[in-house]
């Protein structure tokens, strides 16, 4: 369906050209109508599906101009997610001169405070800060019409669903509420249940996800082979923007640095950052003058940025759904994506566990040799070499003429590709092993874990005894529940 065919005021339908989209996705099509028509909605569908316009466009398409009051407030799990809607909110309103404000943690909270008082029309924040401003009293959200729910499983995952209860407390019975995640665990259903009123259900069906643009593959390789073969893959399929995924701070800053002394453009962004640090590699990243970001998933939570075409999971996630949201960086509006995961001998069960969840199997991918890799260097530099001949040479060609008198054509050139294309491998660089992932047998977790996971379900005055299994000839142990003496 065509935005033209939406009934969207022209104003929206020109801001919506402007960004270059003339057909709905589906959860746009699916959802905009009935927001349209005043009802709840839940939407499940992943990242990167076109969420933020599916309920940003009819709440700019109801803005009441003559109230001066917060008429939407959306709800974001993080500081980056937040920022990245309220500047599609305010590009897609602009000819509206729709007033859109967000507020965030680890930003000046009387800097917002003064913003405040102009009153936005939508407000966008993360659930802490938003819960500070009602409490100080600073918003009033009595009058809204929409509240939005996003990433309600990631704000679910970061513990934050008290607070969203607590802030739609404070709102009037009578607003619509608008949910939308990726996945629908009880605690999710249960808000649909307590503040929703009737809400219809959008489901995504999977041959609709962003997952199906993505090429899945998964390299087998011991830890200390990886880096490497991270550099040899970059070389050889020369990403546009890449995103690679590691699972520890300390493993982002080794992949960062090593990929710089190899002459890559990367940068990482993790949790210990400063919020201007993180926004500042982000904003370079956005803009194409970064070409790779190496990130935690922590960090990367949310991030909503086009044109990515490689995902790499140095790392091979714990959890399933942090795949899911991992890859769905790339894959993005249609186009196609690539996703490469590394899997150690031992954590092929992890992999299969994905593979279940994303109903797709990883396809098997051969490292690149040194020589193909030495060739990605040089079809690079070749590139370079083509974009620098269309500039302006004339102020050069003097000393061309001279370097051409003491040297042949082909030793200048030579030298030139040898300059642009990067010798990755001579330089040696040492990332620290990382334990690999807990072996998981098809049958569950493993006792450890069952015991961790028990004993926080447990009460405080209980403890654990073994006892031998009489049936596996006392060889093996269970879990009993003794009260403590």
């Known amino acids: 369906m ?26 746009q099509e699916k959802t905009i109508p009935l927001v349209l028509e005043g009802k709840d909605v839940i939407g499940q569908a992943q990242t990167g599906t076109g969420k933020t316009a599916a309920f940003g466009l009819p709440i700019l398409q109801n ?14 799990p993080t500081r980056e997610l937040a920022i990245q809607t309220q500047e599609e909110l305010f590009r897609l309103g602009r000819d509206e001169k729709a007033r859109v404000q967000v507020v965030y ?14 009153t936005p029309a939508i407000l966008v924040g993360t659930p802490g800060r938003l819960l500070d401003h009602l409490k100080r009293g600073t918003i009033d959200i009595s009058k809204v019409k929409t509240i939005v729910l996003d990433e309600a499983d990631e704000m679910l995952d970061m513990g934050f669903i008290q607070d969203i209860e607590s802030i739609l407390n404070y709102a009037s019975s009578k607003h619509q509420t ?7 665990p009880k605690p999710i259903l249960r808000i649909g249940e307590k503040f929703m009123h009737d809400p219809e259900i959008v489901k995504i069906k999977g041959k609709e996800l962003t997952a199906n643009l993505i090429d899945q593959y998964f390299v087998r390789a011991k830890e200390n082979e990886k880096f490497d073969i991270l550099c040899r893959l970059i070389d050889v399929q020369n990403p546009d923007l ?7 701070k300390r493993r982002v800053d080794e992949l960062t640095r090593g990929l710089q002394a ?109 020589e193909e890799a030495f060739k990605g260097q040089l079809s690079a530099a070749n590139k370079k070499v083509t974009e620098l001949l269309d500039g302006d040479l004339s102020k050069y060609t003097a000393e061309a003429s001279q370097l051409l008198d003491d040297y042949s054509a082909v030793d200048l050139v030579a030298a030139l590709l040898k300059n642009l294309s990067k010798d990755a491998e001579s330089v040696k660089v040492k990332i620290t092993p ?18 961790r996971n028990f004993k926080r379900g447990g009460d405080r005055n209980e403890r654990y005894h073994r006892k031998p299994n009489a049936r596996r000839g006392g060889r093996k142990h269970d879990f009993v529940i003794k009260k403590k003496d």
Not at 178 to 184: C, Q, V
């Open 2 to 27: 065509k935005f033209s065919e939406m009934n969207l005021k022209p104003e929206i339908l020109k801001a919506i050209k402007r960004s270059g989209f003339e057909e709905a996705t589906p959860i």
């Open 63 to 76: 803005l009441d101009k003559q109230h001066d009051s917060i008429q939407a407030i959306v709800i974001e």
């Open 105 to 118: 943690g680890g930003a000046d909270i009387r800097r917002q405070i003064r913003a405040l008082k102009q």
């Open 178 to 184: 608008l949910l939308f995640s990726a996945t629908m």
């Open 242 to 248: 890449a995103v690679i995924f590691g699972r520890t």
């Open 262 to 370: 190899r002459g890559y453009n990367a940068a990482g962004i993790h949790g210990d950052l400063s919020q201007a640090k993180r926004m500042s590699v982000l904003k370079r990243f956005r803009k194409g003058k970064l070409d790779i970001l190496v990130a935690t998933d922590v960090a990367a939570r949310g991030l909503d940025i086009s044109g990515v075409s490689h995902v790499y999971n140095y790392d091979i996630p714990q959890d399933p759904d942090s795949y899911v949201h991992r890859i769905g960086r790339t894959g993005r509006a249609g186009q196609n994506g690539m996703s490469v995961t590394f899997v150690t001998p031992n954590e092929i069960g992890y992999m299969r566990t994905i593979e279940q969840l994303t109903h797709k199997k990883m396809m098997p991918l051969k490292p690149p040799t040194d």
């Open 434 to 451: 990382e334990k690999p992932l807990p072996f998981k047998s098809k049958h569950g977790n493993n006792n450890r874990h069952f015991k």
